[in-house]
């Protein structure tokens, strides 16, 4: 497991780029229609093989339909995004094989992965459904997901079936994930048990999600990150007290300025559920801690009043959050005022009541869909209750920037060099560090026998999280040594160049 951290507020995250050979940023833009993506990506390489340039950008164009001829799972690392401009995102669906059927992922990263601006779901083009949007399938992978649209999944938005992973996701929208055909599969987050980096979460929508945002099933998280975040409709999965948020077994727990309509809506017969939950640390001899803040969690009357008697109502929080809430004195922030969203999901009272009936499963409103708009009364309590004087909930409703203190809140506290991904690797690797303040520093590559083979930074940086593209086609495979020096921190790591 990686070393405890905290990570920069992502919208001010430094991805800077740096090589042993300078590139000029290229461009792909692939066009619409069946199996092009694939096709593109994987056919854009030299005759022996090799990426053409592994810092291509690929673009999708607007207001136009990608089918997949199966599941997308590239081995390298890829950034693909919406084109410039004005128009719906770019769709990408899973196209059925001729006699076959439909794939159980979107997408199934092997390395990093950098999503922009897209609509990506797992319905078929016949409108059959695949089980998850995207499948972690590395270890120590980051995937980056901005300002995109995951929709429609029998099971999960997200399984995170690796160790070690990083995923950073932004101003996006996650609904429509799992069935009242089976409500216990409708996840944003299954950890499957796998041990997380860290779960940076911001500015993002759910809603009409059967289960839960975050899935624990006995991982452990380094660091778990949700600010400014809007859940509508997160069933909890029924029978179960479950959580809609269950961050588990967790080093460090930020939760600030969220709001939360009808979380667990479908109650539970055993056991109370709580909205968010946590779990001592399983890493041996780790410190905890946790922030819950400036949150409104709140249930619509009508929903609530119609459970049956043996149903349980859920409660915000369980008793370890509430004894940091406690313990951090941030109680008179955390507030349950009920709101009406502009146009948002209907209550789901039909079909926590169906539910229990064991009758015919009814699901959640998908009625308007992309169209919903969840911004709120600005004479609202909430509209002003957040950490930074800003609206509690995804500030992409109500065009606003992340506050000041929040991103100033959220600058890495210590000195980290991260191991480089991928290792063994041919030829480019990632290389990530953090920085906790402005700091000269130097970047360097040793082979085995302790020769300087190149220096990749020799200057000031700024506070925050750094990534370095290290391109090694002229150096023989072998070991090398990777060393950062930053004022009085010193750290070195080994990787491997491969033939």
């Not at 059925?96 to 990093?112: C, E, F, W």
Request: with cysteine.
């Amino acid at each position: 497991m990686l070393g405890k951290r905290n990570i920069l507020q992502f919208t001010a995250i430094l991805f800077v780029m740096f090589s042993v050979q300078v590139f000029a940023q290229r461009t792909v833009t692939i066009e619409p229609g069946f199996g092009t993506l694939g096709s593109t990506i994987f056919g854009d390489t030299t005759a022996t093989g090799e990426r053409t340039d592994p810092n291509t950008v690929y673009l999708l164009k607007r207001d136009q339909l990608y089918i997949l001829d199966g599941e997308f799972s590239p081995t390298f690392p890829l950034v693909l995004q919406a084109e410039d401009g004005t128009g719906e995102r770019p769709r990408i669906i899973l196209g059925v094989p001729t006699g076959g059927s439909t794939p159980d992922q979107t997408i199934r990263p092997r390395a990093d992965i950098t999503l922009k601006g897209l609509y990506i779901s797992a319905q078929d083009e016949l409108g059959g459904m695949g089980s998850r949007v995207i499948r972690h399938e590395e270890n120590g992978i980051r995937v980056v997901i901005d300002d995109c649209h995951l929709d429609i999944a029998g099971q999960a938005a997200f399984r995170v079936n690796t160790d070690d992973t990083r995923t950073f996701m932004t101003n996006t929208i996650i609904s429509n994930i799992g069935t009242m055909a089976s409500p216990d599969n409708g996840r944003c987050f299954d950890d499957r048990g796998n041990d997380i980096d860290t779960l940076y979460i911001e500015n993002c929508t759910f809603y009409n999600l059967t289960s839960q945002v975050l899935r624990d099933g006995g991982g452990n998280i380094n660091y778990a990150y949700f600010n400014h975040n809007t859940f509508n409709n997160i069933g909890g999965g029924g029978s179960v007290g479950q959580y809609s948020v269950e961050a588990g077994s967790v080093n460090e727990f930020i939760f600030t300025n969220n709001l939360v309509k009808d979380g667990n809506s479908l109650g539970a017969n055993d056991g109370v559920g709580a909205i968010v939950s946590m779990l001592p640390p399983a890493d041996s001899g780790a410190t905890q801690t946790a922030v819950i803040s400036n949150n409104n969690i709140f249930w619509t009357e009508a929903l609530v009043s119609s459970f049956p008697d043996t149903v349980f109502a859920p409660v915000a929080y369980d008793s370890l959050v509430n004894s940091y809430i406690e313990a951090n004195g941030s109680a008179n922030t955390n507030i349950s005022e009920y709101l009406d969203f502009t146009d948002g999901p209907a209550v789901s009272t039909p079909t926590m009541l169906a539910f229990w009936a064991a009758s015919d499963p009814v699901d959640f409103d998908m009625e308007g869909s992309e169209d919903f708009d969840f911004t709120y009364p600005t004479t609202a309590v909430s509209y002003t209750a957040g950490t930074s004087g800003q609206p509690m909930g995804a500030l992409t409703w109500f065009d606003m920037p992340v506050g000041v203190e929040d991103e100033v809140a959220q600058l890495p506290l210590d000195y980290k060099l991260f191991s480089n991904y991928p290792n063994p690797f041919n030829p480019t690797t990632n290389i990530s560090f953090n920085l906790p303040k402005d700091e000269n520093i130097k970047l360097d590559i040793y082979n085995i026998l302790g020769q300087k083979v190149v220096t990749l930074i020799n200057g000031k940086m700024a506070a925050g999280t750094h990534a370095v593209n290290f391109v090694a086609n002229n150096l023989p495979s072998g070991l090398y040594i990777y060393q950062l020096q930053a004022g009085n921190f010193v750290e070195s790591k080994k990787m491997k160049k491969k033939k």
